[in-house]
């Protein structure tokens, strides 16, 4: 399958800013993405979620934008806080089908809150 | 709801030793997987249920064997381990079987295994 990948390995941001993160796909026939948050010693726990056929989808905080026409995947943090310090990746579903679920995984920018 | 518990949080083991690291789920999820994650790389899954009873392989299944009596639990066997299982071990789940159905994966916090 194609892989998910991220364009900047760490961002740096300061307390209070806008935080923007990037993730590029190559599979044009991707219909499902998934953002991550994965905190040191935690397993990953699930942000916000698009489908292919959204641009935009909204939640407390944090924005998704979709958009197909580059295959381009971001995720916008609102008034970045200490606690968004984490590692952040996205996931795309490249296929149909049960089972594995075509999951792909990006292997994720580091947010780094600087006070 | 606990969500996601895996057992143990770390684990040390010598080459050729076996043992299941657990995972159980209070959720009523029907799909469960496991994935490991290494550094430099994404998630990779290693086998993955959709229901009691069902198991299959994922992208790395080799060394590992799973199985589903319930639906609360899906434990992961390492059958002689070897260092190149070293690595941060997840277990997740999720209401359906497909992603596709708007059912994004639960993660537990993982295990930390090395082995030497």
């Known amino acids: 399958g194609e892989s998910v990948g991220l364009h900047l390995p760490t961002l740096s941001v300061q307390e209070g800013d806008n935080s923007i993160i990037n993730c590029a796909y190559s599979n044009s026939a991707s219909d499902y993405f998934i953002w991550y948050k994965q905190e040191s010693g935690k397993g990953p726990q699930f942000i916000i979620d698009i489908r292919s056929n959204m641009d935009k989808r909204q939640g407390q905080r944090v924005t998704v934008l979709l958009n197909k026409t580059v295959k381009h995947l971001s995720l916008q943090i609102a008034a970045t806080q200490p606690g968004d310090s984490a590692v952040y990746f996205c996931a795309e579903h490249g296929y149909s089908g049960g089972g594995a679920d075509g999951l792909t995984f990006g292997k994720g920018t580091h947010l780094i809150i600087q006070p | 709801n606990a969500g996601v518990t895996q057992t143990p949080k770390f684990q040390v083991l010598k080459t050729g030793q076996s043992m299941t690291l657990q995972c159980a789920q209070d959720m009523n999820h029907e799909y469960m997987s496991w994935y490991r994650q290494d550094p430099g790389m994404g998630l990779r899954l290693i086998h993955y249920s959709v229901g009691a009873g069902i198991t299959d392989q994922g992208e790395v299944p080799n060394g590992y064997n799973v199985s589903r009596s319930t639906t609360e639990d899906f434990p992961l066997r390492l059958l002689s381990a070897a260092p190149s299982q070293t690595s941060v071990y997840f277990c997740?789940?999720?209401?359906?079987?497909?992603?596709?159905?708007?059912?994004?994966?639960?993660f537990g916090n993982g295990t930390r295994l090395t082995v030497t």
């Open positions: 997740a789940s999720s209401y359906s079987g497909r992603v596709a159905d708007n059912s994004p994966l639960h």
